[in-house]
């Protein structure tokens, strides 16, 4: 597809599991973004990659979250042991990352932790 | 300080009426700026980019002042569909390109 590509769109999982996300960038987008939005509140600046250099990891919350990006394709974001706190939508941007280029978002994965 | 900072709002206004808001920014030697609008549940998109001359798009005009480190956004002729949350972006490092994101100014427009 063109855009981004998020899965699963949804996710249940119970508290204390593991969950797994997935970003599709755009083709050609060597940044890529997650991001965390509770209900109601502003977009959590969690991680950032840029090409190959070392991702900017100074936005995840604790040592339960995770994510990889192998060059420029797929990023997984993992969190451990889920708690209800985690329940949020997750969302995925990438971007050229060159001076003056926007980002795009893909549709976001809601989480809920029961 | 934040990198990005905007009033959350919310801005409630009467259709056909005029709303401004301003999003300040950290870096001086940021480069890049955005205007992203989000609508309830759904992800964040470009509504524009923002030029050092300002610039205009249809009833959307935004304006940057670098000496006071902040971009604007301004829309004439409110319409209900403008209702949304309105963030600001910016590039705050040069080396790698990264946008920093604003929490957002939420604009209700009302009949």
């Known amino acids: 597809g063109a855009g981004v590509s998020q899965s699963p769109s949804n996710k249940v999982t119970e508290k204390g599991k593991d969950v797994e996300l997935r970003c599709d960038p755009i083709?050609?987008?060597?940044?890529l973004y997650w991001y965390r939005q509770r209900l109601g509140q502003g977009l959590e600046f969690l991680i950032y990659?840029?090409?190959?250099?070392?991702?900017?990891k100074s936005g995840l919350p604790s040592d339960r979250f995770s994510a990889e990006r192998t060059g420029e394709s797929v990023s997984t974001l993992t969190i451990q042991r889920t708690q209800q706190e985690d329940s949020a939508v997750y969302l995925c941007?990438?971007?050229?990352?060159?001076?003056?280029?926007?980002?795009?978002f893909g549709q976001g994965t809601r989480l809920t932790v029961v | 300080r934040k990198e990005v900072e905007q009033d959350p709002g919310p801005f409630n206004v009467p259709e056909g009426a005029t709303v401004a808001f301003n999003c300040t920014y950290s870096?001086?030697?940021?480069?890049?700026f955005f205007w992203y609008r989000q609508d309830c549940r759904k992800e964040p998109k470009l509504l524009m980019s923002?030029?050092?001359s300002g610039n205009e798009d249809g009833r959307f005009t935004a304006q940057l002042n670098r000496a006071s480190q902040y971009i604007s956004l301004l829309i004439r002729d409110s319409k209900l569909s403008d209702s949304a949350t309105y963030l600001c972006?910016?590039?705050?490092?040069?080396?790698?390109?990264?946008?920093?994101f604003g929490a957002g100014t939420t604009v209700t427009v009302r009949a």
């Open positions: 870096n001086s030697a940021s480069q890049s």
């Open positions: 923002v030029y050092s």
């Open positions: 083709s050609g987008h060597t940044a």
């Open positions: 972006v910016v590039n705050m490092r040069l080396d790698d390109y990264k946008l920093s």
């Open positions: 941007a990438s971007s050229l990352g060159l001076g003056n280029t926007e980002a795009f």
């Open positions: 990659f840029q090409g190959n250099s070392a991702p900017d």
